[in-house]
């Protein structure tokens, strides 16, 4: 299995994600348009990219944590879309919380291009994980 993992939003959720699969031994690829979040993840450790197509190219496995089903489109399928470059038979897990009938669209056109889709929502901000404790 490959060690390289991509992160598209690295907001409240995406940088804790992004940060546990760095400390996990992951090489974690991260796309945001904050640049300045970015500068830090990759001061971090991380590799910034510009683009999610850029990102596409590096990884078999891409987390989109963005907030909903227009911008988890556009990283996939808008201009410079991770979609267009990611290899056969790569994952796409979204965790952006939308309709279930989108995230069903998604998955037919993911496999359109034979990639996968993992639809896997998170909910409870950045602090929920804490409160189970």
């Known amino acids: 299995m490959s ?3 991509g992160v598209i939003g690295l907001g409240a959720m995406g940088l804790g994600v992004a940060r546990s699969l760095l400390r ?3 090489k974690v690829h991260a796309c945001d348009v904050r640049k300045e979040v970015l500068d830090k993840f990759a001061a971090d450790g991380g590799i910034a990219c510009a683009s999610p197509a850029e990102m596409g190219k590096a990884v078999d496995v891409i987390i989109t944590l963005v907030v909903n089903a227009a911008q ?3 990283v996939l399928f808008g201009e410079n879309g991770a979609a267009s470059t990611l290899k056969p038979g790569s994952v796409v897990i979204s965790s952006a919380t939308v309709a279930p009938d989108f995230a069903v ?3 037919q056109r993911l496999a359109e291009k034979d990639l996968l889709l993992l639809d896997a929502p998170v909910s409870g901000g950045a602090r929920a994980p804490h409160r189970a404790r």
Request: no cysteine; proline share 0%.
């Open 105 to 107: 669209a998604l998955g």
């Open 72 to 74: 988890t489109d556009t």
């Open 3 to 5: 060690k390289n993992v």
């Open 24 to 26: 996990a031994g992951f």
